[in-house]
C-alpha cells in the first residue's frame, strides 16, 4: 500500500483529526506501510504538506491544527463546526471515545477507566485495551510494543520539560502522573511550570531583532539549513527563511515570520494573508509567535486552494526552546530506590 493510501485508511478509521506521531505510529503498528528511515513521521509529515500544498482543495487531506490532519470529506461532514483550539497539543492527552486508539491514548483510557487510582502492569493495561476495543493491532507482540510506546512518551515529554502523562513504577507497573498530586513527581512539574513562564518573560523582554536571531537558531536545531535572518523589517515581511532537510532527501524551503507580542496581541488573518504573500516560489509558510493566534488567522492558514500557513503558538514555542535545550539547561539527577526482589528474604528459623 503506498504511503497516501495508508493515511487514508487511517484517518477514515479514526473519523477525527490526528496528530502527526498518531498517524505515524498507527501507520506502523498495523503495518500499513514500512521503512527504514529514522524519522517516519517527518517523512508522513513532508507528504502530507507537499500533497496539499500540491492539490490545494484537491487532496484529500486537510490540516487543522500545528501538525494536526485530518480527511477534507470528514470535516467538511462533521456538523459540529468546531474549530481546533490554537495550540493544541502535540499529542492528545484526552483521548476521546472509540475504537483503534493509539497504543499511549488506549494506555491513558485503561488507567483513567480502573477507576482506582491503582498502578497496572503494562501486559494487563494492554490485554485490557484490547478486550474493550480501545486499541487495535495486527502486531504479534502488542505488550512489548504498549511498554515500549508508553516508554517513549515518558521521554518525549520529559524532553520538552513536561509533566509525562505516566510514571514507570518499576517490574512493568504502570501508573498516571495525574494521581500524584504531591511528591517528588509534583515539585518537579511545578519547577518546570516557573522556568516556562520565567523563558515567555525572557522572550518578551527580548528586541525584534534578538527574537528573530532566536528563531533562527531554533530552527537550525530543529533541522533546518541554510538558515538566514532577513534584513530587520520590523512587523512586515518574511524575517528568516531556510530549508528543512527530512530524511536527507526531501527537502522544504520555509518562509518564517517571527512575532514578539504581548499575551493580549492575537496574530489576525490579515497578517497569515501578509505572509502567504510574500512567499517565494516553492516556499511554505510559517508564523511564530509570542502570543497565540486569533480562530480567524487559524481558519485562514488552512484555506483550501492557497499554500498552508504552519502556526506556532507562545505555549508551543517555549516547549519547542525547552526540548532542543534553548534558554534552559537540562540537568539529570540519580534518584535511587529499593530493590525488594533482589534483598534476601529474613530467616524464619530458630
Known sequence: MKLLEAIVQVLKEAREPLHLYDITERLLNRGLWHTAGKTPADTVGARLYTDIKTNGGASPFIKVAPQTFALREVENADSSGKTPAPGAAPERTTPSAGAGLSF?????????????????HYREITQTALKNGWLKTNGKTPEATMYAQI???????????????????????????????????????????RVRKALREKLMAMTAAEFEDLISILLAEMGFEDVEVTKVSGDGGI?????????????????????????????????VQQ???????????????????????????????????????????????MEYNIGVQYSIQ???DMNEDWLPMKSTEK
Do not use: C
Open 239 to 271: 524575517d528568516v527563511r531556510g530549508t528543512l532537510m527530512i530524511a536527507g532527501a526531501i527537502r522544504l524551503k520555509m518562509a518564517v515570520q517571527a512575532k514578539k507580542w504581548s499575551l493580549k496581541h492575537h496574530v489576525q488573518a490579515p497578517v
Open 334 to 336: 540519580k534518584l535511587f
Open 151 to 193: 516508554i517513549t512518551d515518558i521521554k518525549r515529554r520529559q524532553g520538552r520539560g513536561e509533566q509525562p502523562r505516566f510514571v514507570q513504577l518499576g517490574h512493568g507497573q504502570i501508573a498516571l502522573s495525574q494521581w500524584n498530586g504531591h511528591g517528588l513527581t509534583a515539585q518537579i512539574e511545578q519547577h518546570n511550570q
Open 275 to 321: 505572509v502567504r504573500g510574500s512567499l517565494g516560489a516553492h516556499e511554505q509558510g510559517l508564523i511564530i509567535t509570542t502570543s497565540d493566534f486569533s480562530s480567524g488567522a487559524i481558519k485562514e492558514a488552512i484555506q483550501p486552494n492557497k499554500a498552508p500557513i504552519a502556526l506556532i503558538n507562545g505555549k508551543q514555542l517555549v516547549l519547542l526552546l
Open 104 to 120: 499511549a491514548d488506549s494506555a491513558q483510557r485503561v488507567l483513567e477507566a480502573s477507576g482506582n487510582k491503582t498502578p497496572m
